[in-house]
């Protein structure tokens, strides 16, 4: 028997586990597609991965207030809360998680009826991701901070970011160094840049909020019918952080028709079209609640969260693969490469990026 089976029928389904499929794209946790023998609901089983996430139960916690919360509000809209959000299936001992030797696990409902996007396909489709970001971040402009568990400490911290990549090219645990001594010293140029958005916001020039700080593309699902955005998922970096990473975490994978791994640089291209796109569909969002400080920062969010991410893949080659998920060699390098040329290309339209959202703020 398919051993997930026996973990699923750990939580309060509709009936018993007949099928565990893997699903997905992440690179963190493990998910599975669950159906019961009543054929009528799916499920969401997913195994945290606990090295990343050290307090499961914390994370847990900060899950069910933030989509308490969520769905409260999405009611109140006259929306539809078991579709527009995450819903926690307890286990039968009313759980949140169930722990064996094989790592500590999760249930939500699945959303059937949807799709997720691995690169953007149009921009139509990216403004209207850009909508359910927007919207997501404007749900929760009055969720209570202080409430909220902080699941990875430091996780835009860029500063501290650029230090633990220091400390991997130092350890050069795998012999990895002098083989990418291009995309180090890429990373070296960029250290006072680093430092930018963390300074402003301890200084006060940039609110903390609640935010997601994992804005990709295939964190939205879509309504296959009408392919409209339906609900935001993967919660687990809900905390306080900066508006502006959460709208330059989704530039950085969606404004460009690569895939983030694609090996080949020729096709990695920062489309500025896309990038109007998201700014429209973004500040048209939750424009309204953003400091003036906040809209003006937007094209350095982009550059920060795709230069950050691209130091991650490094720092993570350079210490063997162990945080990233990998199905090939090189692909934590490859995907270090394509973000440096997307930060790259963003620099060069610096100018462009800051009159596009002066033109929607
Ligand atoms: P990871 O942290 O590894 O990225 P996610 O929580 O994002 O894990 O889940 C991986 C993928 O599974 C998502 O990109 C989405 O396609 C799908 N998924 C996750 N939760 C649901 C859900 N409740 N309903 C439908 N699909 C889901
Ligand atoms: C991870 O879990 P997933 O695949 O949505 C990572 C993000 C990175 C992203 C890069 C908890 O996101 O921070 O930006 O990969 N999530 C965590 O694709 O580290
Ligand atoms: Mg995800």
Same mark, same amino acid.
Request: aromatic letters at 10%; one cysteine or more.
């Given at each position: ?38 054929? =009528? ?30 769905? =409260?509000? *999405? ?32 249930? %939500? ?17 990216? %403004? +209207? ?53 291009? &995309? ?23 609110? +903390? ?32 952080? +900066? ?32 990038? =109007? ?16 400080? &906040? ?46 040329? +997307? ?12 009159? *596009?959202? =002066?033109?929607?703020?």
């Amino acid at each position: 028997m398919n051993r997930y089976l026996e973990i699923a029928d750990r939580f309060q389904l509709d009936g018993r586990a007949v099928s565990a499929e893997s699903h997905g794209d992440g690179h963190i946790n493990d998910t599975f597609l669950v159906k019961t023998q009543t054929g =009528e609901k799916y499920y969401i089983l997913q195994r945290i991965n606990t090295s990343v996430f050290k307090n499961a139960e914390a994370l847990m916690d900060n899950i069910i207030l933030v989509t308490d919360f969520l769905r =409260e509000k *999405i009611s109140k809209a006259g929306g539809d809360s078991q579709r527009e959000t995450m819903n926690v299936v307890l286990t039968r001992d009313g759980k949140t998680l169930y722990r064996n030797e094989e790592g500590c696990w999760r249930v %939500y409902m699945f959303i059937d009826g949807t799709m997720t996007m691995q690169t953007c396909e149009s921009a139509e489709q990216f %403004y +209207l991701s850009a909508c359910a970001f927007g919207h997501f971040q404007k749900l929760l402009a009055d969720f209570p901070a202080d409430k909220l568990y902080e699941s990875i400490p430091n996780f835009h911290n860029t500063k501290s970011r650029f230090l633990d990549f220091e400390a991997a090219v130092e350890k050069d645990a795998c012999g990895r160094a002098a083989s990418v001594a291009e &995309e180090i010293a890429f990373v070296r140029a960029h250290k006072e840049f680093a430092a930018m958005l963390v300074d402003m916001q301890e200084s006060g020039e940039l609110p +903390l909020r609640v935010t997601h700080n994992d804005t990709k593309l295939n964190n939205v699902l879509f309504d296959e019918k009408t392919g409209r955005p339906l609900a935001v998922v993967d919660l687990d970096t809900v905390m306080p952080g +900066l508006s502006v990473n959460d709208f330059g975490d989704s530039i950085r994978f969606g404004a460009t028709y690569a895939a983030e791994d694609e090996p080949d640089l020729g096709k990695v291209n920062f489309e500025i079209s896309l990038f =109007e796109c998201y700014t429209k569909g973004f500040l048209g969002e939750c424009g309204e609640l953003l400091t003036e400080n &906040e809209k003006r920062m937007l094209p350095v969010g982009a550059m920060m969260m795709t230069f950050e991410c691209g130091m991650r893949f490094l720092t993570d080659y350079l210490s063997g693969d162990t945080y990233f998920k990998i199905h090939r060699e090189n692909q934590n390098l490859d995907r270090c490469r394509t973000q440096f040329k +997307l930060v790259s290309d963003m620099e060069k339209a610096r100018e462009q990026m800051d009159r *596009i959202v =002066e033109k929607y703020s």
